[in-house]
C-alpha cells in the first residue's frame, strides 16, 4: 500500500494501554504506523490517568504537535484512553488542537469518529456501549507476530480502592467471554506467539468461565503451541483456591505473580477501602508459596497516602521484608478529582518523597538478591529479539529476568534451558544449554 496514510501512537500507563493501541491500529484501515509524528497524518495518544503526573504529560505532548499541525492542517489529532474517558470534552477546550477523543469502551467507533473529523468538526465518544467492543471490531490481522503477547479478558473495577481513578475511568468489571479468548489465543498462536499474558484491571475478577480464571487458564493450556501463561493485574481477595492450585498444578502457568498490596499498615488499608488486611495478605502468600515455592512475587506499593503515619510507613517496610518481593512499583500517592480520598488533606510532601526513596531502596535491595540468585540456576527462556550486542539473544525467564545468551542457534520464539551464570545491571546472563520447546 504505497498511498496508505500514517498514523502515529503514542502510548502511556499500563499493559492493557499497549494491547489497546494495537487494537486501535487495526481498526483504522488504510493507515500505517509510523514511528515519526512529523511523518504522520493522525497522532493518537492513548493516555494514562491514574497519577497526576500522567495526565499532565499528555498536555506537554500535545503542546509539541502545534508546528505540525499549522505545517500539515489535515493532520488529525486524538486523544484515547483514561485521560480521554475522564476529561473528555475539556481537553479540546485545554488543547484546542485536538480533533477526537475516544473513551477506552468505544474505540471500535474509531473509523467513524475519523470520518466525522473529515470537515475539520471534531468528534468525542467516551460512552460506555451496551454492544461488546470486541465482537464489533473486526478479525485480527493474518501477520506474524512476535512469540508474547498480551491479550485482555476483563475491564472494569468494582473494587474502588479510595484512591483510584480506574474504577470510573474503566467502568465496572466486565469479563469476555470464555470461548472469544480461546478463539483469539489460538489465532495468536498461529501467528507464533508462544506465551501470553492475559490482561485485566482486576484480572483474577474473570468471570466469563464457569470457573473463574483458573478454568480459563486450563482451557488455553490445552491449546498445542502456547506455552506460558501469565496474568495481571490482581487483588488479593480475588484470589480463589483454584487459582492458587493452578500455580502448583498448571506448568504452563508462569511462576510469577503480581499482587498489589499498597500498603503494610491496616489502618491505612482500611481507609483505602482495601478490604483486606496486611494479615490476610501475608497468609495468602504464604498458602501460594505452598502451592508453588519457587513463586516470584511483585506488588505496588503507595507511600504517603492521607493521615499516613510514621509507623504505617515502618508497619509497610515490616511487609516488604517479610514478603521479600522479586520486583515491585512503588508510587508517591497522587490525589486524583473525583476519588474519596482526595476529599482528605495530603500529608507532607517532602516526608512522602523520603519515605518513597526509603521504600524503593529496600525493593531494589530485594530485587537485586532475587536477580542474583538465579546465579547458577538453569531457568526456561523464550527468546524474544536479538539483543544490542552482535550475535546476542535476548529473552525472558519463566520468572520475567530478561536474559541474554550469546548462541547461534538460539532462535526468537524459541524456548531453551539456559543456565545462569552472571547477573548484570537490569539482566541476567547465560549459556544456551537446549531446546525444550
Ligand atoms: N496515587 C498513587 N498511586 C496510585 N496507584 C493507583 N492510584 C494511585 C494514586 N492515586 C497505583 C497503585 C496501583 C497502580 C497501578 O498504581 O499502586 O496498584
Ligand atoms: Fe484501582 Fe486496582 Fe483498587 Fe480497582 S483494585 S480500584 S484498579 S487499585
Redesign the pocket.
Known amino acids: 500500500m504505497t498511498d496508505a496514510k500514517k498514523l502515529f501512537i503514542k502510548t502511556y500507563g499500563?499493559q492493557m494501554n499497549v494491547y489497546d493501541s494495537e487494537r486501535m491500529a487495526e481498526t483504522l484501515e488504510g493507515y500505517e504506523q509510523t514511528d515519526r509524528p512529523e511523518d504522520a497524518d493522525m497522532i493518537l495518544l492513548n493516555t494514562c490517568h491514574?497519577?497526576e503526573k500522567a495526565a499532565e504529560k499528555v498536555y506537554s505532548e500535545l503542546g509539541r504537535y502545534k508546528n505540525l499541525k499549522s505545517e500539515k492542517p489535515d493532520l488529525k489529532i486524538g486523544v484515547a484512553g483514561c485521560v480521554a474517558q475522564a476529561e473528555g470534552e475539556e481537553i479540546m477546550k485545554r488543547q484546542p488542537l485536538v480533533d477526537l477523543v475516544v473513551g477506552p469502551q468505544a474505540y471500535h467507533r474509531l473509523p467513524d469518529l475519523v470520518k466525522r473529523t473529515s470537515n475539520g468538526a471534531k468528534a468525542l465518544d467516551t460512552d460506555f456501549p451496551e454492544e461488546d467492543k470486541f465482537t464489533r471490531m473486526k478479525g485480527r490481522p493474518k501477520a506474524r507476530r512476535a512469540p508474547a503477547a498480551f491479550l485482555t479478558v476483563q475491564e472494569g473495577c468494582d473494587k474502588f480502592c479510595a484512591?483510584?481513578?480506574v474504577p470510573y475511568t474503566r467502568g465496572a468489571e466486565v469479563s469476555r467471554p470464555s470461548s472469544q479468548v480461546i478463539r483469539e489465543a489460538q489465532d495468536l498462536v498461529e501467528r507464533g506467539v508462544r506465551e501470553v499474558t492475559l490482561l485485566g484491571q482486576n484480572v483474577n475478577a474473570y468471570n466469563g468461565h464457569d470457573t473463574g480464571l483458573a478454568g480459563l487458564i486450563w482451557d488455553l493450556a490445552e491449546i498445542d503451541g502456547l506455552e506460558r501463561i501469565r496474568f495481571t493485574?490482581s487483588h488479593p481477595n480475588d484470589m480463589d483456591d483454584a487459582l492458587i492450585a493452578a500455580h502448583g498444578e498448571c506448568s504452563k502457568l508462569m511462576p510469577y505473580l503480581h499482587l498489589?498490596v499498597?500498603s503494610g499498615s491496616d489502618r491505612i488499608l482500611k481507609a483505602m477501602n482495601r478490604k483486606h488486611t496486611a494479615e490476610s495478605y501475608i497468609r495468602l502468600i504464604e498458602r501460594l508459596r505452598d502451592a508453588r515455592p519457587d513463586l516470584m512475587l511483585s506488588g505496588?506499593?503507595?507511600v504517603g497516602f492521607p493521615g499516613e503515619t510514621e509507623q504505617d510507613f515502618e508497619d509497610t517496610l515490616s511487609l516488604v521484608r517479610e514478603v521479600r518481593y522479586g520486583s515491585a512499583?512503588s508510587?508517591?500517592?497522587?490525589?486524583?478529582p473525583g476519588?474519596p480520598?482526595a476529599e482528605k488533606d495530603d500529608i507532607d510532601g517532602a516526608e512522602a518523597t523520603e519515605r518513597l526513596r526509603k521504600l524503593q531502596a529496600l525493593l531494589t535491595e530485594q530485587q537485586r538478591a532475587a536477580q542474583d540468585a538465579q546465579v547458577g540456576n538453569e531457568v526456561s527462556v523464550l527468546f524474544e529479539k536479538e539483543g544490542r550486542q552482535e550475535g546476542q539473544m535476548v529473552g525472558k525467564s519463566d520468572y520475567l529476568h530478561a536474559v541474554h545468551v550469546a548462541h547461534e542457534d538460539a532462535r526468537i520464539g524459541q524456548i531453551a534451558k539456559v543456565k545462569i551464570v552472571e547477573s548484570g545491571t537490569n539482566s541476567l546472563k547465560g549459556e544456551f544449554l537446549r531446546e525444550i520447546a
Not at 508510587?331 to 486524583?336: D, L, N, P
Open positions: 499500563c491514574i497519577r484512591f483510584c481513578v493485574t498489589p499498597q505496588d506499593f503507595i512499583y508510587f508517591k500517592y497522587s490525589a486524583r476519588t480520598a
